[in-house]
């Protein structure tokens, strides 16, 4: 591991580029923007090249990956690219029989509830995700100066889906297990860090110049369950990265009462929903990380002067922050004109220039 992560250079070619530098928090020319979920359902021509195949087939075509991650840069013009995968495609790969239903999430066909569960959570090889390394590297080819983010689900959200055997409002059964049987549970997050952490590393020495961890589901908690229960797993995922020298961002959604933690777990960047100003989070995460976000998605279905004025004030309150990625505060929301993203780029760039 010492000499894989000497071997990287991160690089070269993305290393100048504003993405990388405000997640490092150095002088940028202009806040670079990228958008989670800014590949798929908001474009036509993702639906057009996406016909008739199925989400996590469609993940294990480099030639479909590539097209599809590159389709919203070229439309777009973000300051990055965001690998075109899902959280659950290292769960498949290890050999779960799970499915993504359209219009519902991540099923499991068998839920991971016992002790002899945990067998199936076998460590990922990288050689169950070759079509991931081979795809990385088509890539980082075609994008050149501009960086590709490698992401993967943290242990908690991961364990949602497995524990829940689907998508999930309450994660009733998710917590039964963290209070029930905290042994269990411990070792559960554990196997998922080492699963992510293998599939993140792929990602780094295929090429991606930075990663993200999604821990979508985490606001579900209080800070003293997260802090025991769920972020030494996520550590362990950070730290498993550390030594590569790629950007590592943080993600959560409601996560405003975690987001001292979510940054303590490891983050170089920390992700903030739209519900907390990014001037309050830059108190809650202490200095020396970036913050990435944030404004909300919904609001991309206003007319363009008010997109804009609250696209203003995201850039006013960032200004408190150390390091500023722009981004919605969650996904791109399907039915999004993708005309108004566009819009919004091309705002922030010009509103920003230095
Ligand atoms: O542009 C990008 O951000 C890359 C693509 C991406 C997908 N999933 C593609 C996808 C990313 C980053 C993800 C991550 C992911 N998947 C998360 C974390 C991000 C978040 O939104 O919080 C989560 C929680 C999942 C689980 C998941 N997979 C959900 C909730 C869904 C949507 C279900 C639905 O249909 O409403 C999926 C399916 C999925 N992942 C789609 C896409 C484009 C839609 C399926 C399709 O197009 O057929």
Known sequence: DER?????????????????????????????????????????????????????????????????TLQPVRRHKVDAAIYFSDIVVPLKAIGLDLDIKPGVGPVVAEPVRTRADLDRLRPLEPDDVRYVTEAIGMLTAELGATPLIGFAGAPFTLASYLVEGGPSRNHERTKAMMYGDPQLWADLLDRLAVITSAFLKVQIEAGASAVQLFDSWVGALAPDDYRRSVLPASAKVFDAVAGYDVPRIHFGVGSGELLGLMGEAGADVVGVDWRVPLNEAAKRVGPGKALQGNLDPAVLFAPRTAVETKAREVLHAAQAAPGHVFNLGHGVLPTTDPDALTALVEFVHTTTER
């Open 4 to 68: 894989a992560a000497a071997d990287h250079r991160p690089t070269s070619a993305t290393r100048g580029s504003a993405f990388i530098r405000a997640c490092r928090r150095e002088p940028v020319p202009h806040t670079p923007v990228w958008f989670m979920r800014q590949a798929g359902r908001s474009l036509p021509e993702y639906h057009k090249v996406r016909e008739g195949i199925a989400m996590l087939d469609s993940c294990m075509r480099p030639d479909l990956v590539t097209e599809i």
